[in-house]
């Protein structure tokens, strides 16, 4: 996610400068990011364990591809116009996403064992909490990786799918790690971004809770695609 277009300033901000509504906000991001998770999470775990439900979403290729559709429509709509859309129809979007990805995630029970489900997540959040604590406290400014850390994701996606087509075991192996990597560096970029951004707020109007929202948007699309690579290599399969 990137926030540069806001024109705030980077971490090397003097003291004196920061923002009196900073730390509300900085809290409403990771608020938000893991009331997405927690809906995620519930919605893949009630979806599992629903029959009916798993055969209309998997069974329906209507109800499939329209989910789907719906999925990357609302997170292409928050982002793209979040400086039109009221703070309450953003969240309503944020919150629909969540579901609508949770109800995808259920298939994630279906292939791997509950306790490797559990043992992996608890691993994305402590890999996750070290690396936004990184990107929260260093002194150096990762601008740089931004761009490498873009075209390494644009690489990952072809890769994958090319690995479509040619089903090539080592290849996901590969891509799986890679992932990791890419998801690791954007968790510490992002959470600096973020930081500058909340940094310079100049108050805690619609506006800037929009902003936020954009950043919990962003960590929680970071920590997912950590859990699902993660999963990958450590998932054990039923």
Known sequence: M????????????RESEVSAVFPALMRKVYVWMALALAITGFTAYIVATSPAILSVLFGNKAVFWGLL???????????AAINKLSLPVATLMFVLYSVINGAFFSSLFLVYTTGSIATTFFI????????????????SDLTSWGKLLMMALFGLIIATVVNLFVKSGPLDMIISYVGVLIFVGL???DTQKIKNMCI????????????ALLG?????????NLFIYLLRILGRRE
């Open 2 to 13: 990137d926030f540069q277009n806001l024109n705030f300033q980077t971490a090397s901000t």
């Open 124 to 139: 994305t959040a402590g890999t996750f909490a070290a690396m936004s604590i990184y990107g929260y406290t260093t002194k």
């Open 200 to 211: 310079m707020a100049p108050d805690a109007g619609e506006t800037m809770q929009k902003y």
């Open 69 to 79: 559709i719906a999925e990357f429509a609302l997170v292409i709509g928050v982002t």
């Open 187 to 189: 968790t510490a970029y």
């Open 216 to 224: 919990a948007l962003s960590l929680y699309l970071d920590f997912i």
